[in-house]
C-alpha cells in the first residue's frame, strides 16, 4: 500500500507502507484461550482448519476475522491498559491496512483470496471477558473485518496483505 506524504508535492518522496499479517490466533473451541500460531491452512468456504467456525456450512462472514494491530494499540492507549493482540480473538493480526476500506472488496493473504463482508464490532461478550468497562462503545467501527475465504491454501506470519 502507498500513502503519499501530506501534504506532498508530485516531485516529493513517497512513503512506502507494507501491508502484512503480524499475528495469527486460532482456538478449537468457543471461549477457549486463542493459540498464537505461526501458519494455518484455509478451505474455502468452509474456514480455518482446527478453528471454532470451521464448517462444511460455515457462514461467509465468520470464517476469517481480522484487526488492525494499530487499533488494539489505539485501544491500549486510550484505555491505560495493555491487553494482548492475542486476546482480542480475531484470526488475523493485521499491520498496515485499513480495514474498514476492505468491506465488499477482495484481498490476497499471501496466495490465499479472502472477501471482506462486514465489519466485525466488538461484542459485549468480549468486553465481559477482557474485563474492559468501555470496550464496545471504544472500539466501535475498529474491531475488524469479517470475511469470507475464497482459495485455499496457507498463511503465515508476514505473509504480505494486497488488495485485488
Aim: glycine fraction near 6%; hydrophobic fraction near 35%.
Amino acid at each position: 500500500m502507498t500513502r503519499g506524504v501530506e501534504g506532498s508535492n508530485p516531485f516529493s518522496p513517497t512513503i512506502i507502507i507494507m501491508s502484512e499479517v503480524s499475528k495469527i490466533c486460532i482456538t478449537k473451541k468457543s471461549g477457549e484461550l486463542m493459540q498464537d500460531v505461526k501458519t494455518i491452512e484455509v478451505t474455502a468456504k468452509k474456514g480455518i482448519i482446527n478453528d471454532r467456525y470451521f464448517s462444511d456450512r460455515s457462514d461467509q462472514d465468520t470464517q476469517i476475522t481480522l484487526i488492525e494491530s494499530e487499533n488494539i494499540d489505539y485501544y491500549n492507549e486510550i484505555s491505560n491498559s495493555n491487553i494482548s493482540y492475542i486476546d482480542f480473538r480475531r484470526n488475523i493480526i493485521t499491520k498496515g491496512i485499513n480495514l474498514n476500506e476492505l468491506v465488499g472488496k477482495e484481498i490476497l493473504i499471501g496466495k490465499v483470496r479472502i472477501k471482506g463482508h462486514r465489519l466485525c464490532n466488538p461484542c459485549k461478550y468480549l468486553q465481559d471477558k477482557l474485563q474492559q468497562k468501555n470496550l464496545v462503545k471504544n472500539l466501535l467501527n475498529r474491531g475488524g473485518l469479517r470475511c469470507e475465504i475464497l482459495s485455499n491454501g496457507k498463511i503465515f506470519v508476514s505473509d504480505k496483505i494486497k488488495i485485488v
